[in-house]
Every structure is written in C-alpha cells, then in structure tokens.
T-cell receptor, first 114, second 115 residues
Framework: AQSVTQPDIHITVSEGASLELRCNYSYGATPYLFWYVQSPGQGLQLLLKYFSGDTLVQGIKGFEAEFKRSQSSFNLRKPSVHWSDAAEYFCAVGAPGTASKLTFGTGTRLQVTL | DTAVSQTPKYLVTQMGNDKSIKCEQNLGHDTMYWYKQDSKKFLKIMFSYNNKELIINETVPNRFSPKSPDKAHLNLHINSLELGDSAVYFC??????????????FGDGTRLSIL
C-alpha cells in the first residue's frame, strides 16, 4: 500500500523568501503525485500533479514540484512567498490504474511573516 | 457557480442523533467521494461512488451510509452519532474511476461537532 510522509508539521517563512515543503512517498512503482492547498475554512485546491514525463512540474500560483525517484520525494517549491500563501499544504499519492484512491500526508502548515 | 457544494457548512448536534450531509457537483464528473479530516488535519477517504455505484468503502462503521441518487449527488447519512465522529467531512469529485489525469475537486467541507 502507498503512504506519504510530510516531515514538517509547521514552517514559518518571511514574505519574499523562498519555500520548500518536503514530501516523501512509499510505493513500489512510479505513483501519481499531487500537491493540494487548504486555506482556512476552505476545501482542498489542486496546486499541481505529476503523472509521467518531465520531473519538474509547474502548478498554479507560482508553485513547482520536482519528482525525484531516487529519493522517493516530490518536494514543493516557490521562489518568493506571498502572505496569501499561508495555508495548509497536503501531498498525496495515488497508485496508477487503481480505483481513485488517494493517500494524503498529514499536511504542513505554512505561516508567512511580513 | 460552485463546482462542488456541500450543505450544511457547520453541523452541531448531540450524541446519538442521526444527521445527513449533502453534496452536489456541477462538473459533470462520474465519480464522487467522501473524506474525513480529523482534528490533526489527517485526511482519509471513506467512500467513493462512480455513476451511483459504490467502488470504495474504507472500513467505515456501518453507521455511515452514503447514498447517490444520481451521479451529481452523493449524500452522507450518519446514524447514532458518536463523539469520535467530530471532524470535517469533505466531498470531492473527479472525472474518472481510476487514478489518472483526472484530479479530484473538493468542496469546502462540513464541520461536524458532536456535543
């Protein structure tokens, strides 16, 4: 069965600083990988996804993520954080071809200081 | 023009009661889901329906009964509510039945509080 680990429960960065949120997965082959963002009181919004091909994927709101098979990682990055990026970020993994089951990590809460 | 809408947004009730949460999507998707997010923000799938057929049931207590009258609606009925049912319940939908290039779209959640 697949699993996801997000090692950082809480991260604080200054506005304008760069950001990297870590995600490690466990799966026997190449999974499908996703990053979602949850703002307070809101549902989850898809930031980006990786299925195959180029290991660096671009998403919305200036986010990108890089799939590294050797490290079983799919870290989320942003070069310059805005105060509106403060939210909870979830990494998720899905097994290709299986019945639509996503496994989510426990989330990383991002706080942005001005 | 909300894509996935859930009602109610907040639900406060007493232990032992029966309650329902409704979900509707206007994306034309075939597959809908219910997730539970606990107090530690851990998100876990409960059920998935495709074209009104149950395809995922993640060992959820049978007090929880999903019902899909059509592919645009997936309601969640909960009998004999317990304190441990307090959580945020998210509805989601996607265009396919398998994990592929059809990401899941989420509603804003229903915060259920059991007194």
């Amino acid at each position: 069965a697949q699993s996801v680990t997000q090692p950082d429960i809480h991260i604080t960065v200054s506005e304008g600083a760069s950001l990297e949120l870590r995600c490690n997965y466990s799966y026997g082959a190449t999974p499908y990988l996703f990053w979602y963002v949850q703002s307070p009181g809101q549902g989850l919004q898809l930031l980006l996804k990786y299925f195959s091909g180029d290991t660096l994927v671009q998403g919305i709101k200036g986010f990108e993520a890089e799939f590294k098979r050797s490290q079983s990682s799919f870290n989320l990055r942003k070069p310059s954080v805005h105060w509106s990026d403060a939210a909870e970020y979830f990494c998720a993994v899905g097994a290709p071809g299986t019945a639509s089951k996503l496994t989510f990590g426990t989330g990383t809460r991002l706080q942005v200081t001005l | 023009d909300t894509a996935v809408s859930q009602t109610p947004k907040y639900l406060v009730t007493q232990m032992g009661n029966d309650k329902s949460i409704k979900c509707e999507q206007n994306l034309g998707h075939d597959t809908m889901y219910w997730y539970k997010q606990d107090s530690k923000k851990f998100l876990k799938i409960m059920f998935s329906y495709n074209n009104k057929e149950l395809i995922i049931n993640e060992t959820v207590p049978n007090r929880f009964s999903p019902k899909s009258p059509d592919k645009a609606h997936l309601n969640l009925h909960i009998n004999s509510l317990e304190l441990g049912d307090s959580a945020v319940y998210f509805c989601a939908s996607s265009g396919g039945t398998v994990v592929g290039n059809q990401p899941q779209h989420f509603g804003d959640g229903t915060r259920l509080s059991i007194l």
